[in-house]
């Protein structure tokens, strides 16, 4: 199937632009002077001038009407169809000769399309564009399918119809945030398809740990994704954390993002255990401070890391770091904590 042109998106416009007055938006003409007529109630025309009325008060800065955020500028997207969701295909202006790319899975609620409406998101993915990675922005084949079977065949097809569309390198990075962390690591470790490096942001990578826990709508969501009476054990081979503690997958070049004051994927048992066994001398690890999905934790530095983790993997690439936010530290010993501010307004769950 040819894949459709995806038109850039006029949220901004679209949000900032007023609708149309009504008739009853719009103020009557004033009568010409001849035609107006003391009713009863008038004063007489020779009355005393009446004292004029208070003027409004302005309006305070405060109760003007913010704009919206600006969205990071994006090329046109190829947008795949599927019943579970369109994934978007972004490409950098040029591959020269061939480009790498990057999968990105989503976080417990988000979707692809709602993704492209997230400022942080977008920035994100417009600046692994600009260092030439291909980015396909994946549906997961929903909102919250916790790493489950059918996300993992929704991934292997958008993939395998987007390393068609352009002149691909053979190197696959997945960048998982939050829920996103299952499918990322799941994709490399069964092999679903070849994956060269990981990239995980406060990242759910204990499985076990969700199904056993207090949150119940997390539990719910769960035995939908999986189709699992409650209590029930979870299948083999679907816990990146326990069930792949391998000499294989601990060679993973993996780059971890994650806070200690993460109350909702708590980062000792998931990103910082799995970071703990790794082997690859290109794994990293970035200790933030802040809730889970905190602000800072997409901003610039993130992506200075990605691209850093990214470079070491790419042979013809250079790292170009700016200036980073947070200490990192190669291989597994630990790095002293970073700034963070509190998330982006409206980010879901886990």
């Known amino acids: 199937m040819k894949p459709a042109l995806f038109p850039p998106l006029l949220l901004t416009a679209l949000l900032a632009a007023g609708s149309p007055a009504s008739a009853q938006d719009v103020p009557p003409a004033p009568a010409p002077p001849s035609s107006v007529q003391p009713s009863p109630t008038s004063p007489p025309q020779d009355a005393a001038p009446q004292p004029p009325a208070t003027p409004a008060i302005p309006a305070s800065p405060q109760d003007a009407p913010t704009a919206p955020p600006l969205l990071p500028e994006l090329p046109e997207a190829l947008r795949f169809a599927h019943p ?20 990105v899975s989503h976080s417990r609620g988000m979707t692809a399309d709602l993704s492209l409406t997230r400022p942080h998101l977008r920035a994100i993915y417009a600046r692994l564009l600009g260092a030439g990675f291909a980015v396909l922005v994946s549906n997961d084949a929903g909102p919250t399918t ?38 990322a690591l799941l994709t490399a470790y069964l092999p679903v398809y070849p994956v060269s490096g990981v990239m995980l942001l406060d990242a759910e990578v204990n499985l076990t740990d969700v199904w056993t826990g207090p949150n119940a709508t997390f539990r719910a969501d769960m035995s939908a994704a999986y189709d699992l009476p409650s209590g029930a054990p979870l299948p083999r081979a679907r816990d990146p954390y326990n069930d792949f503690a391998t000499p294989e997958a601990a060679r993973l070049p993996i780059l971890v993002v994650g806070s200690a004051e993460d109350r909702v994927v708590p980062f000792a ?38 691209l850093a983790f990214l470079a070491g993997l790419e042979p013809a690439r250079k790292a170009v770091p700016e200036t980073p936010a947070a200490p990192v530290t190669p291989g597994p010993s630990p790095a002293a904590p970073g700034p963070a501010t509190p998330g982006p307004p409206g980010e879901e769950g886990r």
Do not use: K
């Open 84 to 103: 579970l969701g369109e994934a978007f295909l972004f490409l950098p202006a040029a591959c020269a000769p061939s480009c790498s790319l990057v999968v």
């Open 146 to 183: 916790w790493g489950a079977p059918q996300a993992l065949t929704y991934l292997a097809e958008m993939r395998a119809r987007a390393i068609q569309s352009f002149a691909f390198s053979g190197r696959t990075y997945n960048f998982g945030y939050s829920m996103g962390g299952l499918p």
């Open 269 to 306: 048992r998931n990103g910082e255990a799995l970071f703990a066994r790794t082997t690859s001398p290109q794994s990293r690890i970035v200790r933030l401070t802040g809730p889970h999905l905190g602000g800072t934790h997409f901003g610039p530095a993130l992506v200075d890391e990605m």
